[in-house]
């Protein structure tokens, strides 16, 4: 995912390579919870089990705030599509008044 060509195309199809970005990024967060979790069975039977010696805070934090400001351009550009699709309405029908607009001049 190129920053910048989110920009240049359409909302809808840049949404779609967010959406893609967010879904291989939580792919790997699950990955890293699965595989810590399965850690016991990559051990051979009474070889002792080697726990993971570092805290997921230090693995994960910037990592985190990345995914937060990925989140917030995601929903930019679900608001950006949103608000193309209300361009393209059309409200038809015919205002009747029974007193004249009088404007202030």
Do not use: C
Request: charged share 30%; proline share 5%.
């Amino acid at each position: 995912m190129e920053p910048l060509d989110l920009f240049k195309g359409e909302p809808d199809e840049s949404m779609e390579k967010i959406n893609q970005t967010v879904r291989a990024l939580e792919a790997y967060q699950d990955a890293y919870a699965h595989y810590k979790a399965n850690l016991k069975n990559y051990f051979k039977n009474g070889e002792m089990v080697k726990e993971f010696d570092f805290s997921p805070k230090l693995v994960f934090a910037k990592w985190d705030m990345f995914m937060e400001r990925v989140r917030i351009i995601q929903d930019l550009f679900q608001t950006a599509a949103e608000f193309l699709r209300l361009e393209k309405v059309e409200i038809g029908g015919e205002i009747r008044s029974k007193t004249p607009l009088l404007l202030p001049f």
